[in-house]
Structure formats: structure tokens, C-alpha cells
């Protein structure tokens, strides 16, 4: 159990990185103890294909994205003045004048909004590169897919965000 938490723990910031983005902050945690649960479970099965971390994440992204499907079924099922607005936690910056800290709430709405809009692949995709900083290859084995596929949503994804962003901003302007 020791030897598990020796290779694990250090792990626990990026796993709930990433559940987070998957499927809120909220949840992350929970998704997390599945995660590490169903990992001491596999680890005999373990053949040191891939680095321990990024098996790891691809437990994590797997149960997160369960975890998710089952939650918009349940939200399927419920009405619709029953839903909370998930938002994408941005860290405010040192920001001096409380004009620079009201700027920076509503760029932090508006990419939240804007990442709303876009789909599952390339949020996760950006959001597993940017905000958590995984490389192409992590992105890869954590979402199952070829290092050129996340190359491709991180592309796309790029290009959709700023469109989106650029067309908040004009409708700001106006």
C-alpha cells in the first residue's frame, strides 16, 4: 500500500487536473479515488508500455468520461431549470486596479463561455495541453487516439476558440 502511494500520490495534482476539466471541480475528487481504485486493481496487469503516469491519466480520463456520460443522462432525465452552469475556474492574476481584475473576470467569462461551445474532443484537447500542460503524447494515450488526432483538435480547437472569442468580442463592441 506504502509503495502504491510512494508511485501515486505524486500523480494526484495532474490526475485531478484532469478529471476537473472533464468534469468539474466538483467532481474531480471523486472521480479520482475510482481512478486510483480501479489503477491498484490493474496494476499487476501493468506492462510498462507506456510511462506509469500516463497509464495513470488514461485511467483518469476513461473514468471521467464515464462519469460524465452517466451525469448527462441523469441531467437527460431532469428539467431544465434544474441545471447549473458549470464555469471554468481562471485564476485571477496580480492584477493592481480593480478595472484590470474586472477585465480579467470577463476574458476569464468569455473563454469560459467560448469553451462551452466547442466540442468534447477539442476542449479536452486544449484543456489537457494548456491549462495542464500534458504533451502531445500524453494527450494521446490519456484520450486513446494518435499524436497527429491531437494535433489536429489542438488546431482546430485553437482556430474555433479564437472564432468564438473573436465573435464575443464583437457583440461586446456593439
Excluded at 491498484?40 to 506492462?47: E, Y
Excluded at 473514468?63 to 451525469?71: G, I, L, P, T, V
Excluded at 434544474?82 to 473576470?105: C, F, H
Aim: glycine fraction near 6%; charged fraction near 30%.
Amino acid at each position: 500500500m506504502e509503495a502504491f502511494a510512494g508511485l501515486f500520490e505524486p500523480l494526484r495534482p495532474k490526475s485531478l487536473a484532469i478529471a476537473s476539466r472533464i468534469v468539474g471541480p466538483d467532481e474531480a475528487h471523486d472521480v479520482v479515488m475510482d481512478a486510483f481504485l480501479k489503477a491498484w486493481k490493474a496494476l499487476p496487469g501493468f506492462s510498462e508500455r507506456s510511462a506509469l503516469a500516463t497509464w495513470l491519466y488514461r485511467i483518469v480520463w476513461n473514468c471521467a468520461a464515464d462519469h460524465r456520460r452517466a451525469s448527462l443522462r441523469r441531467r437527460e432525465n431532469r428539467l431544465p431549470e434544474d441545471e447549473a452552469g458549470q464555469t471554468l475556474d481562471i485564476p485571477d492574476s496580480a492584477a493592481d486596479s480593480p478595472a484590470d481584475k474586472v477585465a480579467s473576470r470577463d476574458l476569464g467569462r468569455q473563454l469560459d463561455a467560448s469553451l462551452g461551445q466547442l466540442s468534447d474532443e477539442l476542449r479536452i484537447a486544449l484543456m489537457l495541453r494548456f491549462a495542464d500542460g500534458l504533451s502531445y503524447r500524453e494527450i494521446a494515450a490519456a484520450t486513446n487516439v494518435q499524436i497527429g488526432t491531437v494535433m489536429s483538435r489542438l488546431f482546430h480547437g485553437r482556430r474555433r476558440l479564437k472564432a468564438l472569442m473573436d465573435q464575443i468580442e464583437k457583440g461586446i463592441q456593439s
